[in-house]
């Protein structure tokens, strides 16, 4: 889910976490200088990254594989969050590549990739793949639109064809029951929602849907049964039981040459706070709270113009 970006979570028990050039975002927002010019950060990192994804063709490989290759660059990355809230008033599809989230972490790795197999070569072309996939329906139009909860992210981009829900082809997998509600239970932690309360009651429809869906999901003792099945590039949403929340973290699958499937991510619980790769197959990874109960697995699909 999305909570200013997941920061919420931080203040939870687990402790986890988690389109326009400047110029047509000025003419839609009315000159928000300040948020035009944070709305795209990293072009260096972008720019080193573009160059060797060209110079070693991962546009020609498959999604998953390619994911693996961009993540891989984003090693090291320091986490930061909060980075998508740059205006209480406006929606504004920001990137930031200098520092990064759980879920923009899986995000960005997924649409630069995305961007890539589909001929773009622009931060323009980066933020029309992130407006896509981040956004209810493709389309952005207020902080309503986004899609804030993780499953709901799922769903929606399960409809637009930009991935496939593994669980219910999985071995082991169960039914998923956890509700959410942390958003209406807590609009004072958001921003726009302090400044727009009129919102809210929008919020709540978006959390009865989501409420009255059942998605399936591993538990953590069935991991181990389905890690031959996973591929690099999976994302990865790591299920738990905090009241209001359907997922806690997020991240991907990267596969080592033995073919052993490890968990990528952002964390703000880790040491150093940057993305990491654990060392642990995936099945032993997710230790760090008692709040856990597993885990849900989405494929990426292969981009169509």
């Given at each position: 889910?999305?909570?200013?970006?997941?920061?919420?979570?931080?203040?939870?028990?687990?402790?986890?976490?988690?389109?326009?050039?400047?110029?047509?975002?000025?003419?839609?927002?009315?000159?928000?200088?300040?948020?035009?010019?944070?709305?795209?950060?990293?072009?260096?990192?972008?720019?080193?990254?573009?160059?060797?994804?060209?110079?070693?063709?991962?546009?020609?490989?498959?999604?998953?594989?390619?994911?693996?290759?961009?993540?891989?660059?984003?090693?090291?990355?320091?986490?930061?969050?909060?980075?998508?809230?740059?205006?209480?008033?406006?929606?504004?599809?920001?990137?930031?590549?200098?520092?990064?989230?759980?879920?923009?972490?899986?995000e960005d790795t997924l649409d630069f990739s995305r961007m890539l197999k589909l001929g773009g070569r622009t931060p323009e072309a980066m933020l029309e793949q992130i407006q896509f996939t981040r956004y209810r329906g493709g389309k952005?139009?207020?902080?309503?639109?986004?899609?804030?909860?993780?499953?709901?992210?799922?769903?929606?981009?399960?409809?637009?064809?930009?991935?496939?829900?593994?669980?219910?082809?999985?071995?082991?997998?169960?039914?998923?029951?956890?509700?959410?509600?942390?958003?209406?239970?807590?609009?004072?932690?958001?921003?726009?929602?302090?400044?727009?309360?009129?919102?809210?009651?929008?919020?709540?429809?978006?959390?009865?849907?989501?409420?009255?869906?059942?998605?399936?999901?591993?538990?953590?003792?069935?991991?181990?049964?389905?890690?031959?099945?996973?591929?690099?590039?999976?994302?990865?949403?790591?299920?738990?039981?905090?009241?209001?929340?359907?997922?806690?973290?997020?991240?991907?699958?990267?596969?080592?040459?033995?073919?052993?499937?490890?968990?990528?991510?952002?964390?703000?619980?880790?040491?150093?706070?940057?993305?990491?790769?654990?060392?642990?197959?995936?099945?032993?990874?997710?230790?760090?709270?008692?709040?856990?109960?597993?885990?849900?697995?989405?494929?990426?699909?292969?981009?169509?113009?």
């Amino acid at each position: 889910m999305n909570i200013n970006r997941r920061a919420f979570l931080s203040r939870t028990a687990t402790g986890t976490f988690g389109l326009l050039s400047a110029t047509v975002i000025g003419r839609a927002f009315g000159g928000k200088l300040q948020a035009q010019a944070e709305s795209f950060k990293g072009q260096e990192v972008f720019d080193r990254i573009l160059a060797k994804a060209l110079k070693n063709k991962w546009e020609t490989l498959p999604i998953g594989q390619c994911m693996g290759h961009v993540a891989m660059e984003f090693r090291g990355t320091p986490y930061v969050g909060f980075t998508l809230e740059l205006d209480k008033d406006h929606e504004i599809c920001a990137v930031d590549l200098m520092g990064l989230d759980c879920v923009t972490f899986f995000e960005d790795t997924l649409d630069f990739s995305r961007m890539l197999k589909l001929g773009g070569r622009t931060p323009e072309a980066m933020l029309e793949q992130i407006q896509f996939t981040r956004y209810r329906g493709g389309k952005m139009t207020n902080f309503l639109s986004r899609l804030h909860y993780t499953t709901d992210w799922l769903v929606d981009n399960q409809k637009k064809g930009v991935i496939k829900i593994l669980a219910p082809e999985l071995p082991g997998a169960e039914p998923y029951t956890q509700k959410v509600g942390i958003m209406t239970a807590h609009p004072e932690n958001y921003k726009q929602l302090v400044a727009h309360p009129e919102w809210i009651p929008k919020i709540q429809q978006y959390e009865d849907t989501i409420n009255s869906r059942t998605l399936m999901y591993i538990p953590l003792d069935k991991l181990k049964g389905v890690e031959s099945y996973l591929q690099t590039g999976d994302i990865v949403g790591v299920c738990e039981n905090v009241k209001g929340i359907d997922i806690g973290h997020t991240g991907l699958v990267i596969k080592d040459s033995a073919g052993v499937p490890h968990f990528m991510d952002a964390s703000s619980m880790k040491r150093n706070m940057r993305v990491t790769l654990e060392t642990p197959p995936i099945s032993e990874t997710f230790t760090w709270s008692r709040h856990l109960m597993g885990a849900m697995f989405a494929r990426p699909l292969e981009p169509v113009a």
